[in-house]
Nanobody, 122 residues
Framework: QVQLVESGGDLVQPGGSLRLSCTAS???????????MGWYRQAPGRQREMVAR???????GYTDSVKGRFTISRDNAKNMVYLQMNSLKPDDTAVYFC?????????????WGQGTQVTVSS
């Protein structure tokens, strides 16, 4: 059973920074580096949205609201993915989730962590 565990969430003032980490453990189909990794967030009363993604080849993508402020990266040797968040705004307040997704032939695999709370407030 694959387990994704997020950490690094906290209460931070507007303009501050946080670094979220996600570690993968357990038995995974294929290899960790085969998976596209992503950070999603869900604020109260809102749908979960993709924040940033990094492919198994290292290509990255971001939702418009975080471009230039957030950076996603991965360390395949450590089975880790990170989200560096700078210039945080109150609108960034949400529970942040780590996601791993891959497709092998016709079968898709997706795993989620339990989430870490990020609160941006003065």
């Amino acid at each position: 059973q694959v387990q994704l565990v997020e950490s690094g969430g906290d209460l931070v003032q507007p303009g501050g920074s946080l670094r979220l980490s996600c570690t993968a453990s357990g038995s995974i189909f294929g290899d960790y580096h085969d998976y596209h990794m992503g950070w999603y967030r869900q604020a109260p009363g809102r749908q979960r949205e993709m924040v940033a993604r990094i492919t198994n080849g290292g290509d990255t993508g971001y939702t418009d609201s975080v471009k230039g402020r957030f950076t996603i990266s991965r360390d395949n040797a450590k089975n880790m993915v990170y989200l560096q968040m700078n210039s945080l705004k109150p609108d960034d307040t949400a529970v942040y989730f780590c996601n791993a997704a891959a497709q092998f032939g016709s079968v898709s695999y997706a795993y989620w962590g339990q989430g870490t709370q990020v609160t941006v407030s003065s």
